[in-house]
Nanobody
Protein backbone atom coordinates (compact mmCIF):
# COMPACT_ATOMS: atom_id res chain seq x y z
CA UNK A 1 0.00 0.00 0.00
CA UNK A 2 1.19 3.51 -0.85
CA UNK A 3 0.65 6.54 1.35
CA UNK A 4 1.15 10.24 0.63
CA UNK A 5 1.04 12.46 3.71
CA UNK A 6 1.47 16.22 4.05
CA UNK A 7 2.46 18.12 7.18
CA UNK A 8 3.27 21.69 8.07
CA UNK A 9 0.24 23.85 7.40
CA UNK A 10 -1.05 26.51 9.75
CA UNK A 11 -1.82 30.17 10.33
CA UNK A 12 0.78 32.79 9.46
CA UNK A 13 0.79 36.56 9.14
CA UNK A 14 1.33 38.25 5.78
CA UNK A 15 5.03 38.37 4.97
CA UNK A 16 5.69 35.28 7.04
CA UNK A 17 7.00 31.86 6.08
CA UNK A 18 5.87 28.25 6.28
CA UNK A 19 7.39 24.96 5.24
CA UNK A 20 5.26 22.11 4.00
CA UNK A 21 6.51 18.56 3.80
CA UNK A 22 5.16 15.58 1.90
CA UNK A 23 6.23 11.97 2.30
CA UNK A 24 5.37 9.19 -0.11
CA UNK A 25 6.00 5.78 1.40
CA UNK A 26 4.97 2.17 1.22
CA UNK A 27 5.09 -0.34 -1.60
CA UNK A 28 6.92 1.97 -4.00
CA UNK A 29 9.19 0.90 -6.80
CA UNK A 30 9.75 4.39 -8.18
CA UNK A 31 8.38 7.90 -7.76
CA UNK A 32 8.16 10.04 -10.88
CA UNK A 33 6.52 13.49 -10.68
CA UNK A 34 5.93 14.99 -7.25
CA UNK A 35 3.96 18.22 -7.17
CA UNK A 36 2.26 20.67 -4.87
CA UNK A 37 -1.23 21.90 -5.69
CA UNK A 38 -3.51 24.24 -3.80
CA UNK A 39 -7.22 24.97 -3.74
CA UNK A 40 -8.20 28.42 -2.51
CA UNK A 41 -11.67 28.85 -1.00
CA UNK A 42 -14.31 28.72 -3.71
CA UNK A 43 -11.79 28.14 -6.47
CA UNK A 44 -10.40 25.25 -8.49
CA UNK A 45 -7.29 23.32 -7.57
CA UNK A 46 -4.18 24.78 -9.19
CA UNK A 47 -0.58 23.72 -9.64
CA UNK A 48 1.87 25.52 -7.35
CA UNK A 49 5.17 23.76 -7.94
CA UNK A 50 6.29 20.61 -9.70
CA UNK A 51 9.32 18.35 -9.78
CA UNK A 52 10.23 15.51 -12.11
CA UNK A 53 12.31 12.43 -11.46
CA UNK A 54 15.30 14.08 -13.16
CA UNK A 55 15.13 17.11 -10.89
CA UNK A 56 13.42 19.58 -13.20
CA UNK A 57 11.27 22.10 -11.32
CA UNK A 58 8.67 24.65 -12.32
CA UNK A 59 6.49 27.09 -10.45
CA UNK A 60 3.24 28.93 -10.94
CA UNK A 61 3.88 32.57 -11.88
CA UNK A 62 2.09 33.69 -8.72
CA UNK A 63 4.70 32.05 -6.46
CA UNK A 64 7.93 32.48 -8.43
CA UNK A 65 10.64 34.09 -6.34
CA UNK A 66 8.76 33.38 -3.10
CA UNK A 67 8.40 29.59 -2.99
CA UNK A 68 11.12 26.99 -3.35
CA UNK A 69 10.82 23.23 -3.63
CA UNK A 70 13.18 20.46 -2.70
CA UNK A 71 13.04 16.73 -3.15
CA UNK A 72 15.23 13.99 -1.87
CA UNK A 73 17.27 12.06 -4.41
CA UNK A 74 16.21 8.62 -3.32
CA UNK A 75 14.17 7.97 -6.44
CA UNK A 76 14.91 4.27 -6.24
CA UNK A 77 13.93 3.88 -2.62
CA UNK A 78 10.61 3.15 -1.03
CA UNK A 79 10.31 6.65 0.44
CA UNK A 80 10.40 10.09 -1.16
CA UNK A 81 10.08 13.44 0.54
CA UNK A 82 9.07 16.71 -1.04
CA UNK A 83 9.27 20.06 0.74
CA UNK A 84 7.76 23.43 -0.13
CA UNK A 85 9.32 26.49 1.49
CA UNK A 86 6.92 29.39 1.29
CA UNK A 87 8.25 32.87 1.99
CA UNK A 88 6.72 36.35 1.80
CA UNK A 89 3.29 34.83 2.14
CA UNK A 90 0.26 36.80 1.01
CA UNK A 91 -3.41 36.48 1.94
CA UNK A 92 -4.06 35.14 -1.56
CA UNK A 93 -1.84 32.16 -0.75
CA UNK A 94 -4.54 30.97 1.63
CA UNK A 95 -5.65 27.54 0.46
CA UNK A 96 -5.63 23.85 1.17
CA UNK A 97 -2.32 22.55 -0.14
CA UNK A 98 -2.16 19.06 -1.62
CA UNK A 99 0.78 16.85 -2.46
CA UNK A 100 0.59 14.71 -5.59
CA UNK A 101 2.86 11.87 -6.60
CA UNK A 102 3.02 9.73 -9.71
CA UNK A 103 4.15 6.34 -8.45
CA UNK A 104 4.95 2.96 -9.84
CA UNK A 105 3.95 0.49 -7.12
CA UNK A 106 6.36 -2.35 -6.54
CA UNK A 107 3.57 -4.89 -7.06
CA UNK A 108 2.55 -3.55 -10.45
CA UNK A 109 2.02 -6.27 -13.04
CA UNK A 110 1.63 -3.85 -15.94
CA UNK A 111 4.32 -1.28 -15.23
CA UNK A 112 1.66 1.43 -15.19
CA UNK A 113 2.07 4.32 -12.77
CA UNK A 114 -0.74 5.51 -10.53
CA UNK A 115 -1.70 8.94 -9.19
CA UNK A 116 -1.67 9.45 -5.44
CA UNK A 117 -2.87 12.47 -3.46
CA UNK A 118 -2.37 13.48 0.11
CA UNK A 119 -5.23 14.51 2.35
CA UNK A 120 -4.34 18.21 2.16
CA UNK A 121 -3.10 20.71 4.71
CA UNK A 122 -4.62 24.12 5.40
CA UNK A 123 -2.50 27.24 4.99
CA UNK A 124 -4.07 30.48 6.17
CA UNK A 125 -2.34 33.83 5.69
CA UNK A 126 -4.03 36.49 7.76
CA UNK A 127 -3.27 39.25 10.22
Amino acid sequence: QVQVVETGGGLVQPGGSLNLSCTASGNIFRVYDMNWYRQPPGKQRELVAATTIDGTTRFADSVKGRFTISRDTGKNTHKNTLSLQMNSLKPEDTAVYYCYAEILPDDSETGTTKDYWGQGTQVTVSS
